[in-house]
């Protein structure tokens, strides 16, 4: 009699252990603000551009103009590295975002140093955001100052919201 | 149902090697499907101030040019872009000008090892042989645990 009476105490007290985890995790979901998503559009994935420079060379292009839809947010990654060449080459280079729609301005620049040291393997980038009035213009200025030619590795990868 | 997962993982096992592995081996100086290839030059001497390899769309693929620039497209030259990057990567871009009598690019080094014997054959070794090779091995090697898996059972 004695064995059952502690069983059923053992079960009350599991029992009410139970319930008060449930209502704990009941309140704390409630409790829960409904966030606002930001729909992320791929724009452009992981592109890459190769540029060989001719000796003591300097050249600007654009890698998109006029791209993607206005009054957008852009998210930009762009990075660059050697490509052959040298083992390691003094380089300098920038990417600017220009917003299209308002007269071109510059709104984002990723810079390097006005001479940095690559290595080969190594890759220097970075991330743009720029919230745009009409669509994206984005342009990459490379240096070499070595009276080799150097080869160079841009990728771009873009989104929108 | 575990052996089908199984043979399944390994396939994909076997073909995500076969695409991370073959483009090692495929020369990076090959033009790649899709590219836009142009070279930039001076106006003046013919020199070359930049080799371009531009992405598909939506990468926008009409040069800069700086006054005194000009651009000669290539893209419809494979041999010419293997043998002009093959050169560039070797920091050999120099090798290189545009004779301003005929517009023509032209070489005027040496170019290198692989590209002087025979381009046509490393771009269809590289470009065709290879996968068609990749494709041969997953298909066997497929085919095989397949084979030894049934065989067990």
Redesign the interface.
Same mark, same amino acid.
């Given at each position: 009699m004695c064995i059952f009476e502690n069983k059923m105490h053992y079960a009350k007290t599991i029992a009410k252990f139970a319930i008060l985890v449930i209502v704990l995790a009941l309140s704390s979901i409630g409790a829960i603000q409904p966030g606002r998503a930001i729909g992320m559009n791929l !724009?452009?994935y992981f592109? @890459?551009? @190769?540029? $060989?420079?001719? &000796?003591n060379?300097? !050249?600007?292009?654009?890698?998109?103009?006029d791209?993607?839809p206005s009054s957008k947010t852009w998210v930009v990654t762009v990075d660059i590295g050697l @490509?052959? &060449?040298?083992n390691t080459q003094y380089a300098h280079w920038f990417f600017d975002i220009f917003d299209h729609g308002s007269g071109g301005n510059l709104v984002a620049e990723y810079a390097g140093a006005q001479y940095n040291w690559i290595a080969q393997g190594i890759v220097f980038g970075s991330t743009l955001t720029a919230s745009l009035a009409g669509s994206l213009t984005l342009?990459v200025s490379i240096g070499n100052p070595d009276s080799?030619?150097? $080869?160079f590795s841009v990728q771009a990868t873009s989104w929108y919201y | 149902m575990r052996k089908t997962a199984l043979i399944g993982f390994a396939i994909l096992v076997l073909a995500a090697l076969a695409t991370s592995v073959l483009p090692a081996f495929a020369d *990076?100086t090959d033009p790649q499907p899709g590219y836009t290839y142009y070279i %930039?030059y001076n106006q003046t001497d013919g *020199?070359? %101030? /930049? /080799?371009?390899?531009? #992405?598909p769309s #939506?990468?926008?693929c009409? #040069? =800069?040019l700086q006054p005194g620039q000009s651009v000669i497209y290539i893209t419809d030259q494979p041999i010419v872009v293997s043998l002009l990057?093959a050169d /560039?990567?070797? /920091? =050999?871009?120099?090798n290189w000008h545009v004779n301003l009598q005929t517009h023509q690019l032209v070489s005027t080094g040496t170019t290198s090892p692989l590209t002087t014997s025979h381009p046509a054959f490393v771009i269809g070794l590289t470009g065709v042989a290879l996968p068609a090779l990749a494709f041969l091995g997953l298909a066997t090697s497929s085919s095989l645990i397949w084979r030894r898996t049934h065989k067990r059972a």
């Open positions: !724009y452009s592109q @890459n551009w @190769n540029f $060989c420079l001719g &000796g060379s300097n !050249y600007s292009t654009w890698l998109y103009y791209a993607g @490509n052959g &060449g040298d342009e080799a030619s150097q $080869c | *990076s %930039v *020199s070359i %101030v /930049a /080799a371009v390899g531009c #992405p #939506p990468a926008y009409i #040069p =800069k990057f /560039a990567h070797n /920091a =050999k871009l120099g």
